[in-house]
């Protein structure tokens, strides 16, 4: 049920060309070129098809340092990546400004540009509500003159949709159309709205139109007054046979600091209330307290969310209690692909009794199933409320959910790997005129470490690999593991390579970047399993393909 993510073309990693972090100096960067300049510098290896290969590398190398070295560039590269530098509006950007002012530059253009593309298309937004009754589970009707059957009856007692488009008509005016139809217990009712929106400075205003139980017209607007305080307010007129009833709102909202709004909001008209809200949001939680004076019903609220955002979940409960009684929610809404979402709320209050609201956000729609289960509260109601939808959850995420996403991820890495096969294939190559251009570098440092019992690479794999882990690259070759296996590739000479003065750091990025390197099994989760010996001691260590590395770790419990 993944969706599919826009596949980007796979982009060079300059920092990973030159083994420098992201954090480097221009004294590291230049240093750590200086280092490879000496390596593939064409005129160190003659004229034969080593030098078009060292050619090759040299200018790669070389256009990592242009860019790293130049602070507007590299600017741009850490924000945008390799396509910002050819983006559109290069041009305009003074060669004068500060990185950090490149940066905010190049930022503004790929909004302008995404709000371009926005406005070409409507925005369509949907809701769809269908209420059902299942109170006959938990508190069968009795009665000699009614035959209840003998399953329980469950009814849709009603049913609700809402739809609305948007129409770019300029950059500053935007027109909408929204409609809705309701039906409950038989007796329905519907309306539509056609709004026209138009920016101005500090602010926008709106003219509204429609119809439903009789005509409307509404006019409604936003300013900023201050950095921290804006007002929005509206009026509408309801035109009846008989009558025009007036509506006047109107909102005054405070910014209190960083993560909190304050919000002072009238209505008048056809339903009265005085509110006041304050509101937090963070990137962990959210919370919300409203306290509301009102015709019919006064009440005060409080809402919590946590949100656990590497597992895409978020937890809620609520109270809310006034003239109408008391209502307490609890529930739960998990990610389930990047623009699909499922949450279940269990609802239990007095007069109300118990519900069961399921929700669906697939996108911008959004499907609510409030199941009304029991008129009181009963346990059992409460019980089934909680269980049966984590079960349901579950079941459909072993058996749909995560075979669905799976089959998803295994073709979007099948496309993005058809659209970068030329560059995979030619970064393959790269990665082999490298190894072999090394030759002279890597007998040296190999003679440097073991006359001062330093650090020598015995073996190291790159890779998707499980077998190998526990075996050196020796007996792993013997086994037949790496010329069976295409995921793993030897790169003990290119990490010897980046040994000095007996040390070896590699730093946050793929390796796959690297010098010597490339990538085996591309979209597939890979490590780097290293065997060394230090001051005359043997050690293996493996490391996710993003991790850091420094060695020796003389410490590691894997000292053999």
Request: with cysteine; hydrophobic share 35%.
């Amino acid at each position: 049920m993944d969706d599919n993510d826009e596949l980007d073309y796979v982009e060079e990693d300059f920092y990973a060309t030159l083994n420098v972090p992201r954090t480097a100096t221009e004294e590291e960067i230049s240093k750590a070129y200086r280092n490879w300049s000496r390596v593939f510098h064409p005129d160190k290896h003659g004229n034969g098809e080593n030098k078009q290969k060292a050619e090759l590398l040299f200018n790669r190398t070389k256009k990592a340092y242009e860019v790293l070295s130049d602070p507007h560039q590299r600017a741009i590269y850490d924000s945008l990546g390799v396509k910002g530098l050819e983006t559109e509006g290069w041009e305009i950007v003074h060669r004068t400004k500060t990185p950090s002012e490149i940066r905010e530059e190049y930022e503004r253009l790929a909004r302008d540009r995404e709000e371009r593309r926005l406005q070409q298309k409507t925005n369509p937004r949907g809701n769809i509500s269908v209420h059902i009754n299942a109170t006959d589970f938990f508190s069968r009707y009795d009665d000699e003159f009614y035959d209840s059957g003998f399953l329980p009856s469950i009814e849709v007692s009603g049913m609700s949709m809402s739809q609305s488009i948007e129409a770019p008509l300029s950059r500053t005016e935007i027109a909408t159309l929204a409609g809705s139809l309701h039906l409950q217990n038989g007796v329905g009712s519907g309306s539509f709205l056609l709004s026209g929106k138009r920016l101005i400075n500090k602010g926008w205003f709106e003219v509204d139109c429609g119809a439903g139980n009789g005509p409307v017209l509404g006019a409604k607007g936003s300013r900023n007054i201050t950095n921290r305080i804006f007002f929005t307010g509206g009026t509408t007129f309801h035109f009846r046979p008989n009558s025009i009833i007036p509506g006047l709102s109107g909102t005054v909202a405070v910014q209190l600091d960083k993560h909190t709004l304050g919000y002072l909001t009238y209505n008048a008209g056809l339903q009265n209330s005085m509110s006041t809200v304050v509101e937090r949001n963070t990137e962990k939680y959210h919370y919300n307290l409203n306290a509301t004076l009102g015709i019919p019903h006064c009440y005060v609220a409080a809402t919590y969310t946590r949100k656990l955002v590497e597992q895409g979940l978020k937890l809620r409960i609520a109270v809310k209690g006034g003239t109408f009684g008391v209502l307490s929610e609890c529930g739960a809404e998990k990610k389930v692909s990047k623009y699909s979402a499922v949450s279940a709320t269990v609802c239990v209050g007095v007069p109300s009794g118990v519900t069961l609201k399921i929700k669906i956000i697939r996108s911008t729609q959004t499907y609510l199933f409030p199941i009304h289960l029991s008129d009181e509260i009963v346990p059992a109601a409460i019980f089934y409320a909680t269980v049966t939808p984590l079960l349901t959850y579950f079941v459909l995420k072993k058996m749909l959910f995560d075979p669905m996403n799976e089959a998803t991820k295994q073709k979007n890495i099948e496309k993005v790997k058809e659209t970068n096969s030329a560059r995979m294939a030619e970064k393959r190559r790269e990665a082999e005129s490298a190894i072999a251009l090394m030759g002279a570098l890597y007998t040296r440092i190999c003679k440097e470490e073991r006359k001062s019992d330093g650090l020598l690479i015995v073996s190291a794999l790159y890779g998707k690999f499980n077998d190998a882990e526990n075996v050196t690259l020796e007996e792993a070759d013997e086994m037949g593991f790496i010329s069976q296996n295409p995921f793993v590739i030897d790169v003990r000479i290119p990490l010897q390579c980046l040994v000095k003065d007996s040390q070896l750091t590699l730093y946050t990025s793929s390796k796959s970047e690297l010098p010597g390197f490339y990538d085996p099994c591309f979209g597939e989760e890979k490590q780097l399993k290293i065997d060394y010996e230090y001051r005359n001691s043997a050690h293996s260590l493996v490391f996710g393909d993003g991790d850091e590395v420094h060695l020796p770790a003389v410490s590691s419990e894997s000292s053999a």
